[in-house]
């Protein structure tokens, strides 16, 4: 009897309670790679809303340009806060309803301030805006979900906001590419979803569930349309009719139950793979799925383990906080795979320089070309436990069709991290039986993607105090900061640049929780 190539591993199965909240129909369902194809989709599908828009969003800008260098469509301006005034002088039955993070002072310098989002967005009656604080210290809204007449969606990884558009050829030279005040920025990776039918309309009961937490008020759900009525032009279906789970992350905050069905998703999802584990990601953090992967990696006949992440996180403070401890993941990692079962990467390009940095912002694990998620979740301890989060989720595991239709999603993917088509990818793997060989054979053209490196400062590595305070999965409670900072360091250099790392932290949480008193008190 021939023995199966494959270890024992167990079935994997969407269980709604469990790596699920609900599984819904998906009438069609596309994916949209990059923030160019999802801005313009949102457009052309905002273009056809009769009754609701409702948006959860970490960040947003009313003067993100949706298309770029496209004329205006019947006269629609292609800025987001104008677009959508002139979409609610139009259509007399239509409301927009946008929930945003209320966010930290931390984030100040990076978002349109206050008073002017408040002026942009309160300046029509049927334009509903709220700041969501109704969460832990330290937590914030993550997810970035569209609803439209509760019959299409979006869920990914991408905000409605600056720094997200590019089109997947990052070009050098993108005219494009430039912020609201006209400043040009790195170019920017992410992967979003458009969703319709039965799906749409659970988004949109946590949407409302949402909205009701964060401002008491009820919303009332809309009638459902013909799908074809709202589907945006110009976006071909890549799957239809088939069931999708939708996972979340949910803190413990007063009467809130917790809800960690995205983290069972991921330890559910990588203890099914038989060939291989796919992962695009912004950070590397999250120890239970560091742990989940260390026993896949170290055991036999472990899957290829494929990780496409960015080279550098944004901003001083993330550098050497996150970076960090992402680095202390894979060294382990590493450590315990068996050979050229395990690859970590930033993708490149010829004309980048050493301050440049492709922004991987994607949120995307695919195992066995069977089960694939995308959504707001980095792989990080607090999108698995502290903020609010939403997944999609598709399990293909038994429908040849669908698992065909992600194959070509990762080569898509990897093709444009290598320059490369679709097609010379195809054919590249169906040779090599393995994506790291395909990758090292690709590997030769302008578009590449780099080995990551784990060097790093290994005296910023030593005065992290623990991944409690800088990637929790849980609030932290006052008893827990007071003990960790009362623990006796090894060295007194340490213990000083422990103390300034952490009076630091401690400053701009104090002042972000000031202004946020000072916006209550003047409104």
């Known amino acids: 009897m021939s023995r199966s190539l494959a270890p024992s591993v167990p079935p994997f199965n969407l269980l709604p309670g469990r790596n699920c909240w609900r599984v819904a129909e998906a009438e069609s369902l596309a994916f949209l790679i990059d923030g160019a194809s999802y801005f313009e989709a949102f457009y052309r599908a905002a273009l056809n809303a009769e009754h609701s828009i409702t948006i959860l969003s970490w960040d947003i800008d009313t003067r993100t340009r949706l298309l770029r260098n496209v004329p205006d469509v019947d006269e629609f301006p292609t800025e987001l806060g104008p677009f959508l005034r002139r979409l609610l002088r139009r259509k007399k039955s239509l409301h927009v309803h ?67 558009w590019d089109t997947s050829e990052h070009l050098e030279h993108e005219p494009r ?240 991290h290598l320059g490369r088509h679709v097609s010379e990818v195809q054919q590249t793997e169906r040779r090599k039986r393995s994506i790291i060989g395909t990758i090292n054979d690709l590997n030769t053209r302008n578009r590449q993607l780099h080995e990551y490196s784990c060097g790093g400062d290994d005296a910023i590595e030593r005065l992290l105090p623990s991944t409690t305070l800088i990637d929790p999965e849980r609030p932290v409670q006052a008893d827990q900061l007071w003990r960790m900072l009362s623990r006796p360091p090894q060295h007194r250099d340490v213990q000083w640049h422990t103390a300034i790392f952490l009076s630091s932290c401690v400053l701009v949480g104090g002042l972000g929780l000031l202004w946020r008193w000072l916006r209550r008190r003047r409104s």
């Open 98 to 164: 946008i929930l945003n993070w209320d966010y930290s002072l931390i984030y100040a310098a990076e978002r349109q301030w206050v008073p002017a989002v408040r002026f942009g967005w309160n300046s029509h009656p049927r334009l509903h805006f709220s700041l969501n604080d109704r969460h832990p210290v330290g937590a914030c809204q993550h997810e970035k979900v569209v609803v439209i007449d509760e019959t299409v969606a979006f869920i990914g990884g991408i905000d409605l906001t600056r720094h997200r």
């Open 177 to 416: 590419r430039l912020d609201p005040d006209g400043n040009t920025y790195d170019p920017f990776h992410d992967v979003h979803t458009i969703v319709a039918g039965e799906v749409a309309h659970a988004l949109g009961d946590l949407a409302r569930q949402r909205w009701h937490r964060a401002t008491g008020e009820q919303l009332a759900p809309t009638q459902r349309r013909p799908v074809s009525d709202v589907w945006p032009t110009g976006v071909s279906v890549d799957l239809s009719n088939l069931p999708v789970g939708l996972a979340r992350t949910q803190p413990k905050f007063e009467d809130q139950p917790e809800v960690r069905e995205i983290e069972h998703l991921y330890l559910d999802a990588i203890a099914a793979a038989r060939r291989s584990i796919f992962m695009e990601s912004q950070y590397l953090t999250a120890h239970r799925i560091g742990e989940a992967l260390h026993t896949r990696l170290s055991g036999p006949r472990a899957p290829e383990v494929v990780v496409v992440t960015r080279m550098k996180s944004d901003g001083w403070l993330e550098r050497h906080t996150m970076d960090a401890l992402r680095a202390r993941l894979i060294r382990r990692l590493r450590e315990a795979a068996q050979p050229n079962r395990f690859r970590v990467y930033w993708p490149t390009a010829s004309w980048m320089s050493a301050d440049t940095c492709l922004g991987v912002h994607s949120k995307l694990l695919m195992v066995d070309d069977s089960i694939l998620t995308i959504g707001s979740a980095n792989c990080s301890n607090r999108s698995m436990g502290l903020d609010t989060e939403c997944n999609l989720v598709i399990d293909g595991t038994q429908h040849k069709t669908v698992q065909a239709v992600l194959k070509r999603v990762r080569h898509k993917l990897l093709g444009e």
